[in-house]
C-alpha cells in the first residue's frame, strides 16, 4: 500500500510541477494514526491542481516508526536493587513518561523485558526476570494503561547488558527494558 | 573423602581437584595410545570396584572407531569397574588363557573382533568371559554402519554392566546439552560419553531447558528467538518441530510426564510465573498451583501421581510437591534459603538438587525414604542434574577454572568425571531415558 502512495504522491507531484506550482504550496498533513481508507484516485489523466494537492496523503510509516520509538527522552532501563522487585522512586518520572505515551498511543505496544544478574539458576532467574517486568507492568496499570498493550517477559540471565561477573556488572543486568513493537 | 575423579582431556583439571586428592593418589593404566590424553586419578580407599580386562578388538586399529576403549571408558566412568587392558588381542571365539590372565588380577575379561564387510559395513562381535571360573558369559554380533560403532560400542558396555552388576547400563543413552560462542546458540543431542555430538537446533538467541520426552526422541525446550521465552517440541531425529506453548508473558520450564501424553510447563499468564500442565499435543493449559509469587521448575514423579516444584511462597526458593491434578502442597526442602532445580531418580528413591550455601551453588541428594541430605560436589557453581536412565549417576552442568563443563557423578559423591565433547561454554544438560535397542 505504501508503495503505491508514495508512486501516486510522486506522480501527484511530477504533475503539480508540470502544471507550474510550487512545490511549497503542496499541503502536508500528518495525520498520525489515520489509516488511509478513501479509495485510490485514479493518477491520469493529470488531474486539477486543487485535487492534485488535496489527494496527497501522508505517508504511514512515518507514523508507526514513531510508536516502535517510544516517548522520547524518556529513559527505557529501570534498574533493580539485589533481590528487589521494586520500582524505585527514582524511576517514577520515566514510568509516568511511558504511561503517557501509551494512553495517547492506544496502538502503541510495549514488550517489558525483565533480567536478572548472572547468579542461580537459568529457570529460577528466569522467573525472577518476570516478577520485575510485572512490577513495571504494574506500575504502568496503575496509572491506567490498558493491559493490552503490555507484554510483561523475561529473559532471565540470559542477555545481560554487561558481561562480567561484579557488582558493577549485576547492577547494570538487574532490570526492566521497554521494547516497543 | 574417598574420591575418583577422570580427567578427561585437560591435564589442567588436575589442579584444580588436587586439592581434594588424598596422599593416596594412584594413577591407573587404562590409557592406550589412541587416547593417551585419557587420565584416571584414584584416590581413597574403600571403594569396591569390578577389576574387568577389556582387550583390544581384534582389527580395531584399522577401524575408524576402536571398540575396546569406548567400552572400557564407559565402565571407568560409572565408577563401578576397574578396567585394565591385558595387552592381548583375541576374537571373540578364541579361548583366552585363564591361567594368564588371572596374573593380573581380573575378575573379568571382553575380547571381541571388529571386521569391514564387503558392502562398507562393520561386523563387531564381542563375548564376555567368567576369569575366576573360566565360564563364557556370553556375546553378541551387530552389523553396523561406520556412524553406528559408537553406538555399538555402548551397547556392548551395557550388557558387560548388566551382566556383571545387575543393573541396566545407560551407555547407550544420549543427553541433550546447549553451548553458546559468542552469539551463536546450539542445541547438542550427544552420547552419555559427551561424545558424537550432533546440532539439533542453531540460534542467534538463547535456548535453556532441553527436556527429553520419554520416547527418546522427541526435546521440549525453551527458546528466546521470538525474544520472549517459548517452549518447543522437538523430534531430532526428523528436525520436524512445533510450538508447545507461547501464551501471553514467558513460558518456560518444560517436564514430560512419564507416560509421555503431558508437559507441565510454567506461565506467567496469569499474572505470576505458575505452573501449568499441558496435553504434549497441544492445546489449552490447566493450572497446577497457585500462589502469589514464584512457581516453577516443575519435575513429575516417577509414577505420574505428583509434581515436585519449586516456589518462593515461603519468602525463599525451596522444592515443594503437589498432586500432578493440583491440590494441596507439601514442602520438601528445609536447610537453607536458596535449593532449586529439583530432579527425581527413575527408581523413585532419590531428589537431586542444587542448593546454595555461603554462594556456593552446590549439587545435593535428598533420600526421599529419610529425608537426609548429602551434598556431592566440592565444585562452586552447579547448575541442572538429571538422573542417569538407571538411577546411577548424576549429569551436572558446573565451572571448573572459568570455563563451563559437563560432570557425571555417583549417587555417593565419590566418582566424578567431566564429558568430553565441546570446549565452548556448555550448559544445560539433560540425560535422556532407555533407548530400544
Not at chain 1, 119 to 127: D, F, K, M, S, V
Amino acid at each position: 500500500m505504501n508503495k503505491f502512495f508514495l508512486s501516486f504522491g510522486l506522480a501527484v507531484l511530477l504533475s503539480a510541477c508540470a502544471s507550474g506550482v510550487k512545490l511549497n504550496d503542496v499541503p502536508v498533513e500528518d495525520k498520525s494514526g489515520s489509516s488511509v481508507s478513501a479509495p485510490a484516485p485514479e493518477p491520469t489523466p493529470a488531474p486539477a491542481v486543487a485535487q492534485a494537492q488535496s489527494a496527497v496523503a501522508p505517508v504511514s510509516t512515518v507514523t508507526s516508526d514513531n510508536l516502535a520509538a517510544g516517548p522520547n527522552g524518556v529513559t527505557k532501563v529501570i534498574y533493580f536493587d539485589y533481590d528487589s522487585f521494586v520500582v524505585k522512586a527514582e524511576f517514577q518520572n520515566a514510568i509516568e513518561g511511558h504511561a503517557q505515551f501509551l494512553k495517547n498511543n492506544p496502538r502503541a505496544k510495549v514488550s517489558l523485558e525483565g533480567h536478572t544478574d548472572e547468579r542461580g539458576g537459568r529457570e529460577y532467574n528466569l522467573a525472577l526476570g518476570q516478577k520485575r517486568a510485572d512490577a513495571v507492568r504494574q506500575s504502568l496499570s496503575l496509572l491506567g494503561v490498558s493491559s493490552a498493550q503490555i507484554e510483561s517477559v523475561s529473559f532471565g540471565e540470559e542477555k545481560p547488558a554487561i558481561q562480567g561477573s561484579d557488582e558493577s556488572a549485576f547492577s547494570k543486568n538487574r532490570r526492566t527494558e521497554f521494547f516497543y513493537k | 573423602m574417598v574420591r575418583i575423579v577422570f580427567f578427561l582431556f585437560t591435564e589442567a583439571m588436575i589442579n584444580f581437584f588436587l586439592p581434594i586428592l588424598t596422599a593416596m593418589t594412584l594413577s591407573i593404566g587404562v590409557v592406550s595410545s589412541a587416547w593417551s590424553e585419557v587420565r584416571v586419578e584414584v584416590s581413597g580407599v574403600g571403594i569396591t570396584q569390578i577389576p574387568i580386562g577389556i582387550a583390544s578388538f581384534k582389527g580395531q586399529d584399522a577401524a575408524p572407531q576402536k571398540p575396546a576403549l569406548i567400552v572400557a571408558s564407559d565402565l571407568d566412568r560409572s565408577g563401578q569397574f576397574k578396567t585394565m587392558d591385558p595387552g592381548m588381542v583375541l576374537d571373540d571365539t578364541s579361548r583366552p588363557d585363564f591361567v594368564a590372565i588371572r596374573q593380573t588380577n581380573t575378575d573379568a575379561l571382553v575380547t571381541g573382533s571388529i571386521q569391514k564387510t564387503a558392502d562398507g559395513r562393520f561386523d563387531v562381535k564381542y563375548r564376555l568371559w567368567d576369569v575366576i571360573k573360566g565360564q563364557d558369559l556370553g556375546g553378541q554380533s551387530f552389523l553396523v554402519v561406520a556412524s553406528d560403532l559408537r553406538l555399538v560400542s555402548h551397547r556392548i558396555a551395557d550388557q558387560v554392566y548388566e551382566k556383571l552388576t545387575g543393573d541396566k547400563g545407560v551407555f547407550s543413552t544420549r543427553i541433550a546439552y546447549v553451548t553458546k560462542q559468542s552469539q551463536r546458540h546450539v542445541l547438542w543431542v550427544a552420547d552419555a560419553d559427551g561424545e558424537n555430538a550432533q546440532a539439533a537446533l542453531t540460534s542467534p538467541e538463547p535456548i535453556i531447558s532441553p527436556r527429553w520426552a520419554p520416547n527418546g526422541t522427541d526435546l521440549a525446550y525453551v527458546s528466546f528467538e521470538s525474544r520472549k521465552p517459548v517452549v518447543y517440541v522437538h523430534d531430532v531425529s526428523t528436525g520436524k518441530r512445533r510450538i508447545l506453548a507461547n501464551f501471553k508473558g514467558s513460558n518456560s520450564a518444560p517436564a514430560w510426564s512419564p507416560d509421555g501424553k503431558t508437559v507441565a510447563v510454567t506461565l506467567s499468564r496469569d499474572g505470576s510465573s505458575q505452573i501449568f500442565s499441558l496435553d504434549a499435543k497441544g492445546g489449552e493449559p490447566k493450572r497446577i498451583t497457585q500462589s502469589n509469587g514464584i512457581d516453577t521448575e516443575p519435575v513429575f514423579t516417577p509414577d505420574g501421581s505428583a509434581i515436585y516444584f519449586v516456589s518462593d511462597r515461603g519468602g525463599s526458593p525451596q522444592i515443594y510437591r503437589t498432586p500432578a491434578a493440583g491440590g494441596p502442597v507439601q514442602r520438601v526442602t528445609f536447610l537453607g534459603n536458596y535449593n532449586i532445580s529439583p530432579t527425581l531418580s527413575p527408581d523413585g528413591r532419590w531428589l537431586a538438587y542444587i542448593a546454595r550455601n555461603a554462594s556456593q551453588y552446590r549439587l545435593h541428594l535428598l533420600e526421599l525414604a529419610t529425608d537426609k541430605v548429602y551434598p556431592l560436589t566440592d565444585t562452586h557453581i552447579d547448575e541442572r542434574p538429571s538422573f542417569a536412565a538407571n538411577s546411577k549417576l548424576i549429569l551436572y552442568a558446573t565451572m571448573v577454572q572459568g570455563k563451563e563443563v559437563l560432570m557425571t557423578t555417583t549417587l555417593d559423591g565419590k566418582i566424578s568425571a567431566k564429558l568430553a565433547g565441546q570446549s565452548n561454554n556448555i550448559r544445560e544438560p539433560h540425560w535422556g531415558p532407555f533407548l530400544k535397542p
